[in-house]
């Protein structure tokens, strides 16, 4: 098709769920494109020979490449292109904020709509595991060397793969009872089917990775007994601490983290008690505090769960909201409400000791903090009380102690977070490598999984005697 | 999967015991840990306690009282079954030192599990070491052999006075705090109530005390924070800063308000395992 011709087509949006119907089951909300969608959305690509797009992702996927696969209609071929470079395609197209990567950087975006690119890397590997066209990967010969992963997150996924192929011995080690990390007990079903994350697992064990579950590492061993028997540790732990407001009325009944809330229902599948045996608080009125994308995942769950108001309470404006465009969207459209530019002061609670309300501040913006965004600054004698039965703080999390407190050779930087080399992940400690979150603080899936492919590669020259 | 291999019950019923394969927890566990476990795939990840543990056999060994769904289930399995998780050891072992005045272990019910291996850890330390222990009735007192062979004096107290002296643990012990002035720490390990009460008794004396908390918790790795706890006006994680916490400084009100946030649904779930199991 000529240029021109492209340019007419519009962005295709994906069809999906109606809000008013998803906003009470915990079913995927995009449908996904089909093949006809797809192909005409890959059409509007002009395959630039110097891709924009592709320097707008962390882990340089072959854009132009495999959008042109998706065009000529050999979705699979799409796929493992794919592949290349990204090893969790089916994830990464329906999590990464493409509008701040690589369709933020797309040439068509500067005059109209950048190409969809997240839908399309969604759809190909999609298309490649619902037609179980999915291929196991020859690995190369044995090296006889060992490489101990902790956690199972999207860094350590990415790099047992990685070294997986490379002929290494790989085993994950995790603290909870399933794997995948931050994909399974964080991210909700209704934006991440854990059954893919699942297959990107179960493809990464016929490669030959193995999952040892229930190790805590730190309490059931340490990192330097780990070090006895393999050749390298990698550290993918992620940054598993919640953080707290600290303000007075916090430990009531009902106030939850968002790390609590969406393991509750996530991972222990709290959703569908007494089903499961994990309960949760059924609020009726949900106060999220914090405005990332773990926030309005908690606040679309509470939603799910059959509250009938839920409120973001974010301290800055909407210009400043961290979450992904679509999250945002996507809350919205299901009835989430916004209480912006509002600030918790403290919660109330009654004699049963169950939260019943949070006295709040409103706030305005004043200069721009070392963030860059702008001071929210509370007005003196706004304050006001919120009604609501359930609070969930989403306001981040912060480096968990485990393994630093049983390994004082591993140095820290002043936050807790694991000081490790931004090239390589190489530590401070002989054949240790971290990276994602533990290293960075709360980040993307994507950049954590930039940072298990670069701690990979130096991980095989380490062990291979070349490094 | 996690079989289990002995079974004993005791306290007529009431009071379970299991030992359970978890080699790579065993070689690691000392007093004051814990563990979470998971019947099956559908089941809830609960905190318990170790009683014991055999490094040579590779085996852990729980006791549990029957208090709602998941101990219910618990106490059905028979040695040959399997356990699909068992995570461990979890929390901060019990800071053991050799002291030069008696140290004394109070425990109340299941608790006396927990109290067991700490006692143990004193005793083999070098320690004085006056255990008391109680509970209701005589038949539902637990592991007396065990404390008696871990400690210098063993008292026992029952409610209702079948068995020992008649009343609590804390008479006892006021009783040996008045008697005695270089008792230099107290270990108090029950019921709420009784850890409360222990606190309150020994507060008078100056004596240090410590208590271990079993709060309801989630991961038990300190990403969740269900099991925090107000210690000395701080929040703690009991699952990664405990679970023994200073006696004196633990918000107890909190505590117990906190345990009862889910007891609507921990009837539910109780009501329906016993429907179906009937």
């Known amino acids: 098709m000529a240029e021109k011709g492209k340019k007419k087509i519009p962005r295709q949006a994906m069809p999906e769920q109606d809000p008013k119907v998803r906003a009470h089951n915990f079913d995927e909300v995009p449908y996904g494109y089909d093949e006809k969608l797809a192909q005409l959305e890959a059409q509007r690509c002009l395959q630039c020979k110097k891709p ?83 291929t196991i990967p020859e690995v190369e010969a044995p090296t006889g060397k060992r490489v101990a992963v902790v956690g199972s997150g999207p860094a350590s996924l990415t790099l047992a793969g990685d070294l997986i192929k490379k002929g290494h011995e790989v085993i994950i080690y995790e603290a909870l009872h399933t794997p995948g990390g931050v994909l399974i007990y964080g991210i909700p079903e209704f934006r991440l089917p854990k059954a893919i994350v699942a297959a990107e697992v179960d493809y990464l064990q016929k490669m030959g990775v193995k999952i040892e579950t229930d190790v805590v590492v730190g309490k059931t061993t340490t990192i330097d007994e780990l070090l006895e028997d393999h050749d390298a540790v990698f550290l993918g732990v992620g940054a598993g601490l919640p953080l707290f407001l600290n303000l007075p009325g916090e430990n009531l009944c009902g106030v939850y983290s968002a ?23 059924l ?38 909201m961290p979450a992904r465009a679509e999250e945002i969207h996507h809350a919205e459209e299901e009835g989430v409400q916004f209480e912006l530019l509002t600030n918790p002061v403290r919660f109330i609670g009654n004699e049963e000791g169950w939260v019943t309300g949070m006295e709040c501040i409103r706030m305005e913006l004043g200069e721009p903090d070392e963030s860059g965004r702008r001071r929210p600054i509370p007005i003196e004698g706004s304050n006001f009380t919120m009604e609501c039965d359930t609070v969930i703080v989403a306001l981040g999390t912060r ?38 979150d533990i290293v960075t603080g709360s980040a993307t899936v994507i950049l954590a999984m930039g940072a298990g492919r670069k701690a990979a590669n130096a991980i095989h020259e380490y062990i291979m005697g070349n490094a | 999967m996690y079989k289990i291999v002995d079974k004993k019950v005791m306290a007529e019923g009431t009071v379970c015991q299991l030992e359970v394969e978890a080699a790579r927890v065993a070689r690691k566990a000392k007093p004051g840990q814990f563990i979470v476990l998971r ?98 009735t005589k038949d539902l007192l637990i592991l007396e052999d065990e404390m008696r062979e871990v400690t210098d004096d063993l008292r026992i107290t029952t409610d209702d006075g079948s068995y020992g002296h008649h009343g609590f643990v804390t008479d006892v012990l006021k009783q040996i705090l008045e008697e005695r002035n270089d008792v230099k720490m107290v270990v108090g390990i029950g019921p709420v109530p009784m850890m409360r009460f222990v606190c309150k008794t020994t507060e008078p004396f100056n004596v240090p005390t410590t208590v271990s908390l ?52 921990e009837k539910k779930s109780y009501e329906l395992f016993k429907q179906k199991h009937a």
Not at chain 1, 103 to 129: H, M, N, S
Not at chain 1, 288 to 305: E, F, P, Q, S
Not at chain 1, 412 to 433: F, H, Q
């Open chain 1, 259 to 281: 790390n609590e809330y969406l393991t509750r229902s996530n991972l222990m599948k709290a959703y569908k008690f007494p089903e499961y045996d994990t309960p949760i608080a």
């Open chain 1, 283 to 320: 609020g009726k009125n949900v106060a999220v505090i914090g405005a990332g994308n773990v926030a309005m995942d908690a606040a679309r769950t509470a939603l799910r769960l059959g509250a009938d108001t839920v409120k973001i309470v974010y301290r800055r404006s909407r210009a400043e």
């Open chain 1, 399 to 436: 480096a968990n102690p485990l393994i630093p407190s049983t390994t004082p050779d591993l140095k820290l930087n002043k936050w807790g977070y694991i000081e490790a080399d931004p090239e390589t992940g190489a530590t401070s400690k002989e054949g240790v490598y971290a990276g994602g």
């Open chain 1, 52 to 134: 924009k797009c592709v320097e707008g992702c962390p882990v340089e996927v072959e854009i132009p490449q495999f959008i042109k696969f998706i065009v000529e209609g050999d979705f699979a071929a799409a796929a493992r292109q794919l592949k290349n470079k990204n090893s969790l395609p089916a994830v990464c197209g329906r999590v990464c904020p493409q509008e701040s990567q690589c369709e933020q950087t797309c040439i068509l975006g500067k005059k109209g709509e950048p190409v969809a690119i997240g839908r399309l890397e969604r759809f190909a590997a999609d298309y490649e595991r619902n037609n179980n066209l999915v």
């Open chain 2, 39 to 136: 019947i099956d795939e559908k089941g809830e990840r609960i905190p318990l306690t170790m009683a014991k543990k055999n490094v040579d056999k590779g085996t852990l060994t729980i006791i549990f009282q029957v208090v709602g769904k998941t101990t219910a289930h618990l106490a059905t399995l028979e040695p040959g079954d399997a356990l699909i998780d068992v995570i461990g050891p979890l929390g901060m072992p019990t800071h053991i030192e050799k002291y030069d005045g008696p140290v004394i272990c109070v425990g109340g019910g299941t608790g006396v599990a927990v109290l067991y291996p700490i006692t143990r850890g004193y005793k083999e330390a070098g320690n004085e070491v006056i255990g008391i222990i109680g509970a209701r």
């Open chain 2, 214 to 265: 079993n709060p309801i918790m989630v991961d038990a790795t300190g990403m969740c924070g269900a099991c925090r706890v107000t210690v000395g006006g701080k929040t703690r994680f009991v699952c990664v800063d405990g679970p023994e916490f200073d006696g004196h400084q633990v918000d107890f009100d909190e505590l117990t308000l906190r345990l009862r946030m889910y007891v609507e649904e």
